[in-house]
């Protein structure tokens, strides 16, 4: 079964960037999207953005032009980068393995935006 | 549009069927996918491709799916089915996902 762990810094200030990594333990990186969704608090979920193991990504129109996901299949990880952030990217951030078809996810990351 | 409409809130009286509905025009491409979620844990998909549950999800859960209108149906609703429900899919280019606003399921 696999496990997604996730790690990265919880506090930022404004205009710093967001960075998260996101573990795949006992999975393959073959053949799946990897994404990562957040949930700012009392709110819904929201698509950022995903990366399949050969690095293609898609991202979502509304956080394009400050969002970057990359992977590493040496290191089965995958991280997220977000930069210029405010306090409205305050929010819960996990990571998932095919998000439409499997739904594993990563336990969450709380990353809070304060001066 | 690369929106899913979802009404903001549902209530049920214990042991009835329930319907979670999710509108938006990616749904005449592609089927919903569906996830609880309870408070402070991550989502738990419940419903996937034409009405496919992972192991482990009652089979009280089921959904289905009409033009641009998707439904998550709940058959003898138990309390522990109290949750928010999301819906997401890939919107009508394909190339991006999208949730629905998530829909808060009160069971009376």
């Known amino acids: 079964q696999v496990q997604l762990q996730q790690w990265g810094a919880g506090l930022l200030k404004p205009s710093e960037t967001l960075s998260l990594t996101c573990a795949v333990y006992?999975?393959?990186?073959?053949?799946?999207?990897w994404s990562w969704i957040r949930q700012p608090p009392g709110k819904g979920l929201e698509w950022i953005g995903e990366?399949?193991?050969?690095?293609?990504?898609n991202y979502s129109p509304s956080l394009k032009s400050r969002v970057a996901i990359s992977v590493d299949t040496s290191k089965n990880h995958f991280s997220l980068k977000l930069n210029s952030v405010t306090a409205a990217d305050t929010a819960v951030y996990y990571c998932?393995?095919?998000?439409?078809?499997?739904?594993?996810w990563g336990q969450g990351t709380l990353v809070t935006v304060s001066s | 549009s690369s929106e899913l409409t979802q009404d903001p809130a549902v209530s049920v009286a214990l042991g009835r069927t329930v319907w979670i509905t999710c509108q938006g025009d990616?749904?005449?491409?592609?089927?919903p996918t569906w996830y609880q979620q309870k408070a402070g844990q991550a989502p738990v998909l419940v419903i996937f491709?034409?009405?496919h549950r992972p192991s482990g999800i009652p089979d009280r859960f089921s959904g289905s799916s009409s033009g641009n209108t998707a439904s998550l149906t709940i058959t003898g609703t138990q309390a522990e089915d109290e949750a928010d429900y999301f819906c997401?899919?890939?919107?009508?280019?394909?190339?991006?996902?999208?949730f629905g606003g998530g829909t808060k399921l009160t069971v009376l």
């Open positions: 491709g034409q009405n």
């Open positions: 990616s749904l005449r491409s592609y089927y």
């Open positions: 006992g999975g393959s990186f073959s053949g799946y999207y």
């Open positions: 997401v899919s890939r919107d009508s280019s394909g190339d991006h996902v999208v």
């Open positions: 990366i399949t193991h050969t690095g293609s990504t």
């Open positions: 998932a393995r095919a998000l439409l078809t499997e739904g594993s």
